[in-house]
């Protein structure tokens, strides 16, 4: 039992100083979307999937509303999306005092 309190009490602490220090997201972490509009064909289909209903796909005007704050980052619009047109950050969306939407439009 002492090797192992000696062990721990010099090795380097699994946790991270937080708030002092920041730690590094992982590769895997699922943060904010992103769409590309040169991909998307407006099919709806990430619309469809999308629990919450985060998604609204007009496809006449060729844009795409997204609400980060309805998201819950299940990233079901990504595995359905069959032109790949949505990819996630690795950082979340920061807190906000208003429910914030963000629009992709295709460039005409
Ligand atoms: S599923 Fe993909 S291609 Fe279809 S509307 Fe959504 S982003 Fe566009
Ligand atoms: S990650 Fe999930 S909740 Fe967020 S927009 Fe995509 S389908 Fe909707």
Redesign the pocket.
Known sequence: MVKEVLKNLFSKPATVNYPFEKPEPLPTT?GT?TWDMNRCDECQD?ER???????KVFPEEKKVE???F?????????D?CMQQA?T?ATIMAAPDYKKRVELFEKKQ
């Open positions: 699922r979307l990430c999937v999308c629990p919450p209903m985060a998604i997204y609400s980060p309805k998201c819950i980052y299940c990233l079901l619009c990504i359905n949505i996630h």
